[in-house]
């Protein structure tokens, strides 16, 4: 995945002015009132966009959409990338494209309703995905998630408590030639960063370190 930092600074920076924007607008419920830890959604805009990701996908739990969703449609938006995002519930398809709309991102974002691991499973080479540790059956998606192993990113959101053996690195790993690097990005979230060992790789690159962008006032 080659790095674009001009992707990844548009990509906070419009992900930033959402959060400073929508803060206190009741009719965007997703607005950082509610968000935890809203650094992280920066930080997971600017490292899709930034990445140049072609296919994103996220698997919700029955919560719907959540701020992850508007991190990954803003970095779609400025990269043209495809953004998928599997919903459980079918209603939540029209709330989704409403408080999507709030922000200008309707068009950014492909809702599909169904059993994610079935709708998965149509979806090959996924370069950055967010699996919701709360979904039932989010281990089977470990197992059967086709992610592009010349180099993609999967991040888990809402770890409240680790499964023993739960972890995408471990089911990763036991492919031959692949590698895994997993680091936890704020509370209860795990990113994932997933390429071909040095010796598999024709032009012999290797992932060695994640981008971050900082800003001061």
């Given at each position: ?30 607005g950082t009132r509610n968000i935890i830890q809203p650094q992280c959604m920066e930080f997971i805009s600017a490292l899709a966009a930034g990445n140049q990701a072609k296919l994103m996908v ?46 200008d991102l309707e068009d950014a974002v492909e809702l599909v309703h169904g059993n994610p691991r079935e709708v998965i499973m149509e979806f090959k080479n996924i370069d950055f995905a967010i ?87």
């Amino acid at each position: 995945m080659k790095w674009s930092p001009q992707d990844a600074m548009q990509a906070y920076l419009h992900t930033l002015q959402l959060c400073n924007t929508h803060s206190n607008d009741e009719d965007c419920p997703l607005g950082t009132r509610n968000i935890i830890q809203p650094q992280c959604m920066e930080f997971i805009s600017a490292l899709a966009a930034g990445n140049q990701a072609k296919l994103m996908v996220q698997v919700t739990s029955h919560q719907g959409i959540n701020p992850l969703t508007i991190a990954l449609a803003v970095a779609a938006k400025h990269t043209k990338a495809r953004f998928v995002c599997i919903l459980l519930q079918l209603q939540d398809l029209e709330n989704s494209r409403a408080q999507l709309s709030c922000y200008d991102l309707e068009d950014a974002v492909e809702l599909v309703h169904g059993n994610p691991r079935e709708v998965i499973m149509e979806f090959k080479n996924i370069d950055f995905a967010i699996i919701d540790y709360k979904f039932e059956g989010f281990l089977r998606l470990f197992e059967i998630i086709d992610v592009n192993l010349r180099g993609s990113i999967v991040v888990v959101s809402n770890i409240l408590e680790r499964t023993i053996g739960a972890s995408i690195s471990e089911v990763i790993k036991g492919r031959t030639g692949v590698e895994c690097v997993t680091r936890s990005i704020g509370e209860g979230m795990e990113l994932t960063r997933i390429g071909l060992m040095s010796c598999c790789q024709p032009q012999k690159k290797r992932f060695k370190r994640f981008h971050a962008i900082t800003f001061e006032d």
